[in-house]
T-cell receptor
Framework: QKEVEQNSGPLSVPEGAIASLNCTYS??????FFWYRQYSGKSPELIMS????GDKEDGRFTAQLNKASQYVSLLIRDSQPSDSATYLC???????????FGDGTTLTVKP | NAGVTQTPKFQVLKTGQSMTLQCAQD?????MYWYRQDPGMGLRLIYY???????DKGEVPNGYNVSRLNKREFSLRLESAAPSQTSVYFC?????????????FGQGTRLTVV
């Protein structure tokens, strides 16, 4: 079993719609969770981080964490063509000092 | 403020050649990481250094060695390159072993082994 599983892509949504990205993890020692966006040929950049159960909102982005279910998600409201990228979820185990990434979900927002 | 700097940006090697990928950060971060990313895949951890003086294997360490030269620098060495090591390599750093810290990435090194 992979340590991090992301919903398989690619995901395509029309402009203005809500894009939903999901991720499950197996390491119960994980303490923080991150969503990165990666444009083709570029390095990942942080979109959202979340450490406590519940929702965290930042502009058009909402991250949701459920540690009991070992599940984290990212919602993108009012999707824009500029949101078209690969989204990587990652968890961080502080005790081990390492991050583990999922394989990513490629999102395409069609005008 | 340069952040995380990787050299070189591009490299072509012949099978069996060796090379070292360099990574330096100027943010006084404790932890540093090397990842590889194959086409259509996420980042896979090769090696990491939680703090200066320590290194640990990640998910895919075979064929690689690392050196944490000092707090700023963390190098990745391929002793005998193989075509399976063709990939994009990312170095990253993180301030300290604390929950609410994000990783900062270098721009990547695109390596082709022929």
């Amino acid at each position: 079993q992979k340590e991090v599983e992301q919903n398989s892509g690619p995901l395509s949504v029309p402009e203005g719609a809500i894009a939903s990205l999901n991720c499950t993890y197996s390491d119960r020692g994980s303490q923080s969770f991150f969503w990165y966006r990666q444009y083709s040929g570029k390095s990942p950049e942080l979109i959202m981080s979340i450490y406590s159960n519940g929702d965290k909102e930042d502009g058009r982005f909402t991250a949701q964490l459920n540690k009991a279910s070992q599940y984290v998600s990212l919602l993108i409201r009012d999707s824009q063509p500029s949101d078209s990228a690969t989204y990587l979820c990652a968890f961080y185990n502080t005790n081990a000092g390492k991050s583990t990434f999922g394989d990513g979900t490629t999102l395409t927002v069609k005008p | 403020n340069a952040g995380v700097t990787q050299t070189p940006k591009f490299q072509v090697l012949k099978t069996g050649q060796s090379m070292t990928l360099q990574c330096a950060q100027d943010m006084n971060h404790n932890s540093m990481y090397w990842y590889r990313q194959d086409p259509g895949m996420g980042l896979r951890l090769i090696y990491y250094s939680a703090s200066e003086g320590t290194t640990d294997k990640g998910e895919v360490p075979n064929g690689y060695n690392v050196s944490r030269l000092n707090k700023r620098e963390f190098s990745l060495r391929l002793e005998s390159a193989a075509p399976s090591q063709t990939s994009v390599y990312f170095c990253a750093s993180r301030p300290i072993l604390r929950v609410n810290t994000e990783a900062f990435f270098g721009q990547g090194t695109r390596l082709t082994v022929v």
